[in-house]
């Protein structure tokens, strides 16, 4: 199964939104990705197509921006 | 049962996300308001905290915006 991508940098709208999202995603569909924590991968995250956190990368490819914690230009 | 509030304004990004979004969230437990063809629902929805369209008004009241579709300023 292909999981939906979550992700943040542990700010408090970040932690808002993974709350809410938690409601309707299931915690095993979702691989949580803390771009603070795990700096590498903000070129991959800037690669899926993710401009913002949080955000959600579908397993369709699919970016969803979810209100606005931060630019990841700033988590670079 | 409170539903999930999805506002929108009929815009490409709007239908995209709703297409993501109901892949999360079964159809029967969202409201779809398009505040194009319903303006007198701008109001409501500004009410509510909603800043831009695609967004989503959760049952506990917080407002998931969903990428950039068009700003409420611009549905009035």
Redesign the interface.
Known sequence: MKKVIYYHAGCPVCM??EE?IL???PSEQLTMVHLGNEPEKVAEAESRGVASVPALV?P?G???????GASIEDLK
């Not at 699919?62 to 606005?68: E, G, S």
């Open positions: 808002s939104a809410n409601q309707f995603i579908l369709n699919n970016v969803l921006h979810i209100n606005f």
